[in-house]
């Protein structure tokens, strides 16, 4: 990618030399892959990978032999660009340029994807499958980092070497997804994961497009009282557990002192209630309760006499 990506802009900028054309048609080259057919998965570069990955996510043309939705517009652009730069239309290739850069992030993203998906729900956890998720989860970082900084960190802390495991795909897809307007693709550019299962549905259930079924609803940005998700990172499927623990803990204390109150409040009522009996029964049998003013009483007759 940081290759094909790199030939491109140093051909936009030169414009209409020998040099800008050499090195776009590397850059096609590149992309492509000596091993690449017509048909068939038989090369090992972006191409094939997004051939590859088209029909694990519903996106290849009918129309067109099936090839990846994602291959058809970045040839497209290919074309497009070669003649603007042969024409010495800098800025219209530099236009080309920065959508099939957007384009090529596809197929990266939807390995993410799948190989989280695997690790999660399926419970995959070879090394090749770590290792997968791992490396094209890195070839995408600085990009997210570039969007949205907390998305970047939530794939890193599940899909580092290492951490495959305890990856949540539910984290890791809605961490792609919000990326998606600011990388300049779409959710129908990425597509969903197909369920390969005859008697189920057409997308595996958690894992469809993301405009299929409502995105989780962001908090406004701007709310005083509500903070940014933007700054807010997701759970990591490492830290669920803990943060229930926790939550139960503190429930426990909110139940506990609410029983002692309670309690409290009982024994205050049970005491007041006896104490009214008792002054009641007194008055009834004729006994005066004597109080500090009746023990001494001082009559203008009985004035002690001041030495």
């Known amino acids: 990618w ?23 048609d590397q850059a096609v080259a590149v992309y492509t892959g000596s091993m690449a057919k017509t048909e068939g998965n038989t090369g ?12 694990n996510f519903g996106t290849c043309i009918k129309d067109k032999n099936d090839i990846a ?17 042969t024409k010495n239309e800098c800025a219209n290739a530099k236009k080309s340029v920065k959508r099939i850069q957007a384009l090529m992030k596809v197929p990266l993203i939807q390995q993410v994807l799948r190989m989280t998906y695997a690790l999660d729900n399926n419970d995959d956890y070879q ?11 890195a070839s995408i970082l600085p990009s997210l980092h570039k969007c949205k900084d907390a998305s970047a960190i939530s794939v890193y802390n599940d899909l580092a070497p290492g951490k ?19 990388l300049e693709i779409t959710c129908a550019d990425v597509g969903g994961l197909l369920d390969t299962d005859p008697a189920g549905t057409k997308y595996l259930k958690g894992a469809e497009p993301c405009d299929y079924i409502k995105s989780p609803v962001l908090s406004p940005a701007s709310s005083p009282s509500t903070p940014s998700t933007d700054s807010v990172l997701l759970p990591s499927k490492n830290n669920l ?16 002192i609410t029983a002692l109150v309670a309690t409290v409040l009982v024994i ?4 007041h209630k006896r104490e009214i009996e008792f002054a009641t029964d ?3 049998g004729g006994i005066h309760k004597t109080s500090d003013l009746d023990l001494v009483e001082v009559s203008e007759n009985q004035v002690p006499e001041i030495i």
Do not use: M
């Not at 557990?241 to 506990?256: L, P, Q, T």
């Open 44 to 55: 090992y570069l972006l191409y094939t990978l997004a051939q590859v990955e088209c029909n």
């Open 69 to 85: 939705d994602v291959n058809s517009k970045v040839f497209e652009n290919f074309v497009l660009g070669k003649g603007h730069v």
């Open 241 to 256: 557990d803990s943060s229930v623990s926790k939550n139960g803990f503190i429930i426990g204390i909110a139940i506990g």
């Open 127 to 137: 090394e090749t499958v770590q290792g997968q998720a791992a490396a094209f989860a």
């Open 268 to 271: 205050t009522v049970a005491k």
């Open 2 to 24: 940081g290759y094909v990506s790199s030939k491109l802009e140093d051909a936009a900028e030169s414009c209409n030399d020998d040099q800008a054309l050499r090195d776009w």
């Open 164 to 182: 495959g495991p305890s990856a949540s795909y539910e984290v890791i897809k809605f961490a792609l997804e919000r990326t998606y307007d600011c």
């Open 282 to 284: 007194n008055s009834a």
